[in-house]
């Protein structure tokens, strides 16, 4: 899946391929909370498709690296769905005060294997 060229805010409003917007770095920056539920949903429409086709959800794992591992993360945790897995390189849990109570499938995704590395 390839993403889009957008501005970004942090690297001087230059154009590039982004999934998502980032104001800053630090912790309490302001997110793009559309952006990322836009692309998180992306991601999950994809996972729908592989399920209609046969796959078992708990058979498919997501990742990413950087913005790419933030939306697979998120994707993952707000995925109706308990995937397979997470690989998620050099990235961070965007939006992260949303969570626990953005999990829609409640007490199932804490089995949700994650392998973050940075």
């Known amino acids: 899946m390839r993403n889009p060229t ?13 999934w998502f917007d980032i104001y800053g770095l630090d912790k309490n920056a302001r997110e793009d909370q559309a952006g990322i539920e836009k692309s998180s949903k992306l991601l999950n429409e994809l996972v729908e498709e592989e399920i209609k ?10 990742g990413g690296f950087s913005m790419g591992g933030a939306v697979a993360i998120h994707a993952a945790l707000t995925s109706p769905h308990t995937l397979g897995g997470v690989v998620a390189l050099s990235t961070w849990l965007p939006l992260s005060t949303t969570f626990p109570q953005a999990l829609v499938s409640g007490d199932k995704k804490i089995n949700l294997p994650i392998l973050q590395c940075h």
Do not use: D, F, H, K
Request: net charge positive; glycine share 8%.
């Open 53 to 62: 086709n046969g796959i078992p959800p708990e058979r498919i794992i997501v």
């Open 6 to 18: 957008q501005r970004v805010t942090l690297n001087m409003g230059m154009s590039m391929p982004a």
